[in-house]
């Protein structure tokens, strides 16, 4: 009996012969190959995965999805809040002496009523209002008296010398008990408009006075017609008002009829 030795070159033929005729039995798709297509490309196993010889590699942490923390939300500022708005002089022609343009507070001093604003605005006609412009006085302490009414010309408290101001005519306001000054004797006014107002009536205005509880101030005021001299009608109003920190202001407004023309 001959036994024929088969050499590891020969074993390994017939291993490839064996492979190709796997692969020829099917297609790619999993169906039989057609008659005449070409053998598909002979499968080879992947290398075998060895195992380092060092210590093994600590596995990176995966890192975790966290919440964003939401968005902090924006308010707003507080605005003051009103506590008493009135008209204390209605419209009408301050320089009548059956109803002058004068008003009255009783007030125990101190602390002095001390001003710490001025506002100027144009306020157009509106559905039921006149067009008018205004200028508003704010306050601490408290409401002081006022008066106010037409004059040609503005003069300073104590010197007696004309203050100039643009325009054809002066409303003039004095406050009492009221100063315009700190306990330093710096000015207390911490917001004011420019002196040119440019407004459609008001067109300048002027500080004439501070002196011994007196605040007098002059509003230059457009006329129609030069040297007309129209009796404008004027309105005074007031309004209290408290800040977000607690603090209470009191406002005047003196309103100047805009409507003529």
Same mark, same amino acid.
């Given at each position: 009996?001959?036994?024929?030795?088969?050499?590891?070159?020969?074993?390994?033929?017939?291993?490839?012969?064996?492979?190709?005729?796997?692969?020829?039995? &099917?297609?790619?798709?999993?169906?039989?190959? !057609?008659?005449?297509?070409?053998?598909?490309?002979?499968?080879?196993?992947?290398?075998? #995965?060895?195992?380092?010889?060092?210590?093994?590699?600590?596995?990176?942490?995966?890192?975790?999805?966290?919440?964003?923390?939401?968005?902090?939300?924006?308010? /707003?500022?507080?605005?003051?809040?009103?506590?008493?708005?009135?008209?204390?002089?209605?419209?009408?022609?301050?320089? +009548?002496?059956?109803?002058? &343009?004068?008003?009255?507070?009783?007030?125990?001093?101190?602390?002095?009523?001390?001003?710490?604003?001025?506002?100027?605005?144009?306020?157009? /006609?509106?559905?039921?209002?006149?067009?008018?412009?205004?200028?508003?006085? !704010?306050?601490? /302490?408290?409401?002081?008296?006022?008066?106010?009414?037409?004059? +040609?010309?503005?003069?300073?408290?104590?010197?007696?010398?004309?203050?100039?101001?643009?325009? +054809?005519?002066?409303?003039?306001?004095?406050?009492? !008990?009221?100063?315009?000054?700190?306990?330093?004797?710096?000015?207390?006014?911490? #917001?004011?408009?420019?002196?040119?107002? &440019?407004?459609?009536?008001?067109?300048?205005?002027?500080?004439?006075?501070?002196?011994? &509880?007196?605040?007098?101030?002059?509003?230059?005021?457009?006329?129609?017609?030069?040297?007309?001299?129209?009796?404008?009608?004027?309105?005074?109003?007031?309004?209290?008002?408290?800040?977000?920190?607690?603090?209470?202001?009191?406002?005047?407004?003196? +309103?100047?009829?805009?409507?003529?023309?």
């Amino acid at each position: 009996m001959n036994i024929t030795r088969l050499t590891s070159a020969a074993v390994a033929s017939a291993f490839v012969l064996t492979l190709a005729t796997v692969s020829a039995c &099917g297609s790619g798709s999993g169906g039989p190959t !057609t008659s005449g297509s070409a053998p598909s490309a002979p499968m080879t196993s992947a290398p075998a #995965q060895t195992s380092p010889t060092g210590p093994s590699a600590t596995p990176t942490p995966t890192p975790s999805r966290t919440t964003p923390a939401p968005r902090p939300t924006t308010s /707003a500022p507080a605005s003051p809040r009103t506590v008493v708005s009135r008209v204390t002089y209605a419209w009408h022609w301050p320089n +009548d002496p059956a109803k002058p &343009g004068s008003v009255t507070h009783r007030q125990s001093v101190p602390p002095v009523p001390e001003l710490i604003r001025i506002g100027a605005g144009d306020h157009p /006609a509106t559905h039921g209002e006149r067009a008018f412009n205004r200028m508003s006085f !704010t306050f601490t /302490a408290g409401f002081p008296s006022y008066h106010f009414e037409f004059v +040609d010309h503005l003069v300073a408290d104590g010197s007696g010398k004309t203050v100039p101001l643009a325009g +054809d005519g002066v409303l003039r306001i004095v406050f009492n !008990t009221a100063q315009a000054h700190t306990a330093s004797g710096a000015s207390s006014v911490l #917001q004011q408009p420019s002196r040119h107002l &440019g407004l459609s009536r008001m067109v300048d205005y002027a500080n004439a006075g501070d002196f011994e &509880g007196y605040v007098t101030y002059g509003i230059g005021v457009e006329q129609p017609i030069e040297h007309s001299n129209p009796q404008f009608a004027v309105r005074a109003y007031e309004v209290e008002t408290v800040t977000p920190s607690g603090q209470h202001q009191y406002t005047i407004a003196l +309103d100047i009829d805009a409507s003529a023309r």
